[in-house]
C-alpha cells in the first residue's frame, strides 16, 4: 500500500508570506495527525483528525495555523504569515481506528525555512 | 503533563559492539512507549511499542527495548551495531485512557556506528 504522502518536501519563503502543506494519509486511516520538529528538538504534536472534524487541537501554536482535513481524505496545513520561528520539519501521519496502539504511519516531512 | 527525556543528543559506537539510547519518561498511569528511527531524508519509521505484558519488547532490524516501571525508563539496544544503524532516535509516551491520541516524542538521540 502507498504510504504518507507529504509535500512539498521542502518549502523556502519569507516571513510574512503564506504557506500550505499537503498530507495524503494512507487510504482508509481515519485518523490524521500533524507533528512538526523545531530546530532540533523534540517533535510536538500540533492536531488530530478523524476523518473531517479535528478531535484535537490542543497543540496548535497559534491563530496563524489552519488545519483542514476536506472530505476525510486529504489535508492541509497552512501558515498565514509566516514568521521566522515557524521554520522547521512538519510530519503528518495517519492511523486506522483498530490499530491505534501499533503505532502511526509517518510521512517524510515537509521542511519549512522562514527567512 | 507528560514528558520525555533522551539525555544524549549523540550516542557513538563501534560496529559489532552493543548499542543503548536512553529514555525516560513522565506519566500519569500506564504508559504505551514508543520507539521511531528516522533515516537520512526519510519519515519517521516505528521500530518497536510497549503496551502491555513482557517488559522486554523486540522489535524490526534487530532492537529491543526494555520497560523499567520504577526507573520510568524504556532504553532501546541492539546486541551488535551495524554502520546502517545510523539514524535519528526518538522515544514517544502516550498516556492511555485520556481520550488523547497524541504521541510526545523526545528530542532525539543521533545514533552512529563508526566500521
Known amino acids: 500500500e502507498a504510504g504518507v504522502t507529504q509535500f512539498p518536501s521542502h518549502s523556502v519563503i519569507e516571513k510574512g508570506q503564506t504557506v500550505t502543506l499537503r498530507c495524503d494519509p494512507i487510504s482508509g486511516h481515519d485518523n490524521l495527525y500533524w507533528y512538526r520538529r523545531v530546530m532540533g528538538k523534540e517533535i510536538k504534536f500540533l492536531l488530530h483528525f478523524v476523518k473531517e472534524s479535528k478531535q484535537d487541537e490542543s497543540g496548535m501554536p497559534n491563530n496563524r495555523f489552519l488545519a483542514e482535513r476536506t472530505g476525510g481524505t486529504y489535508s492541509t496545513l497552512k501558515v498565514q504569515p509566516a514568521e521566522l520561528e515557524d521554520s522547521g520539519v512538519y510530519f503528518c501521519a495517519s492511523s486506522q481506528e483498530s490499530q491505534v496502539l501499533y503505532g502511526y504511519t509517518f510521512g517524510s516531512g515537509t521542511r519549512l525555512t522562514v527567512v | 503533563a507528560q514528558s520525555v527525556a533522551q539525555p544524549e543528543d549523540q550516542v557513538n559506537v563501534a560496529e559489532g559492539n552493543p548499542l543503548t539510547v536512553k529514555c525516560t519518561y513522565s506519566v500519569s498511569g500506564n504508559p504505551y512507549l514508543f520507539w521511531y528511527v528516522q533515516y537520512p531524508n526519510r519519515g519517521l519509521q516505528f521500530l518497536l511499542k510497549?503496551?502491555?505484558?513482557?517488559?522486554l519488547v523486540k522489535g524490526s532490524y534487530g532492537f529491543e527495548a526494555e520497560f523499567n516501571k520504577s526507573q520510568t525508563s524504556f532504553h532501546l539496544k541492539k546486541p551488535s551495531a551495524l554502520v546502517s544503524d545510523s539514524a535519528l532516535y526518538f522515544c514517544a509516551v502516550r498516556a492511555p485512557n485520556t481520550g488523547r491520541r497524541a504521541l510526545t516524542f523526545g528530542s532525539g538521540t543521533r545514533l552512529q556506528v563508526q566500521p
Open positions: 510497549y503496551i502491555t505484558g513482557d517488559n
